[in-house]
């Protein structure tokens, strides 16, 4: 793994999804075979395969504190190309450091992880103005995790995180997405942990390879997708979760 300090220009993005898009780092050590975020490999100059380097954002809290009081306020996604809570987060605590100077000036908030690690900084969550947790969440079947997430937290780890914040009286939320084999059972291990359930399919063809090698060819086409996630949101709204298919 290489792991590289680095002072970037700016913090605070435009976002397709929500207003804002705040990303710490640089690259994921989570290093999933399906992410849609080795684009960015085109713009950082790397050779190493994703999943293989890291850039930290070590000026990131310095540039948050002066552009939330130049930008408007806005709802902040944390985040759209990285993992805020990947294992380099113990270690520098560029997440937890953004998340002071945005919860300190009442920005609302939408986090996105596959870590446990956000249980650290369950208190300062808890005192954000308007915030959400949200676990990406793929298949209930661990031997699939292993292959499509392998530097990921175990799915019941994050289960048991959402249940957790889901419990401290956070709005919690899990994402599907892409939509693996052997999720029909997280239904019943998402019930009374979230508040919605929004479910996406696979859209680009990294990870084309990795279904051929290991006999799921059909789990990558579009009857897949269509009836495996009609099926989900209906399950889901029968248990009276809210479920919304992108797709």
């Given at each position: 793994m290489k792991i590289s300090e680095i002072k970037?220009?700016?913090?605070?993005s435009k976002s397709q999804v929500y207003e804002y898009a705040l990303n710490p780092y640089v690259g994921?050590?989570?290093?999933?075979?399906?992410?849609?975020?080795?684009?960015?490999?085109?713009?950082?100059?790397?050779?190493?395969?994703?999943?293989?380097?890291v850039d930290v954002k070590i000026n990131a809290p310095e540039l948050l504190a002066h552009e939330v009081?130049?930008?408007?306020?806005?709802?902040v996604w944390i985040s759209g190309v990285c993992d805020p809570y990947q294992p380099l987060e113990k270690r520098y605590m560029i997440t937890k450091r953004c998340l002071d100077i945005l919860v300190e000036h009442g920005w609302p908030l939408t986090v996105q992880t596959k870590s446990v690690l956000v249980l650290k900084d369950i208190e300062t969550l808890k005192r954000a103005h308007d915030c959400e947790v949200g676990f990406t969440v793929t298949t209930a079947d661990e031997k699939i995790r292993k292959i499509f997430e392998p530097g990921t937290s175990p799915l019941g780890e994050r289960i048991d995180a959402l249940a957790v914040l889901h419990s401290r009286g956070m709005r919690t939320y899990a994402m599907i997405a892409p939509l693996l084999p052997g999720s029909e059972e997280l239904v019943s291990m998402l019930?009374?942990?979230?508040?919605?359930?929004?479910?996406?399919r696979l859209n680009y063809h990294y990870a084309d390879w990795v279904f051929k090698r290991y006999g799921l060819p059909l789990a990558s086409e579009d009857n897949f997708f269509s009836q495996k996630g009609g099926e989900l949101k209906k399950s889901f709204e029968k248990e009276g979760i809210p479920c919304q298919v992108i797709f």
């Amino acid at each position: 793994m290489k792991i590289s300090e680095i002072k970037a220009k700016s913090i605070l993005s435009k976002s397709q999804v929500y207003e804002y898009a705040l990303n710490p780092y640089v690259g994921c050590q989570h290093g999933c075979v399906y992410c849609y975020a080795k684009f960015m490999k085109r713009f950082t100059g790397h050779r190493e395969k994703w999943g293989e380097f890291v850039d930290v954002k070590i000026n990131a809290p310095e540039l948050l504190a002066h552009e939330v009081k130049r930008k408007r306020i806005g709802r902040v996604w944390i985040s759209g190309v990285c993992d805020p809570y990947q294992p380099l987060e113990k270690r520098y605590m560029i997440t937890k450091r953004c998340l002071d100077i945005l919860v300190e000036h009442g920005w609302p908030l939408t986090v996105q992880t596959k870590s446990v690690l956000v249980l650290k900084d369950i208190e300062t969550l808890k005192r954000a103005h308007d915030c959400e947790v949200g676990f990406t969440v793929t298949t209930a079947d661990e031997k699939i995790r292993k292959i499509f997430e392998p530097g990921t937290s175990p799915l019941g780890e994050r289960i048991d995180a959402l249940a957790v914040l889901h419990s401290r009286g956070m709005r919690t939320y899990a994402m599907i997405a892409p939509l693996l084999p052997g999720s029909e059972e997280l239904v019943s291990m998402l019930k009374g942990k979230v508040n919605y359930v929004i479910i996406d399919r696979l859209n680009y063809h990294y990870a084309d390879w990795v279904f051929k090698r290991y006999g799921l060819p059909l789990a990558s086409e579009d009857n897949f997708f269509s009836q495996k996630g009609g099926e989900l949101k209906k399950s889901f709204e029968k248990e009276g979760i809210p479920c919304q298919v992108i797709f």
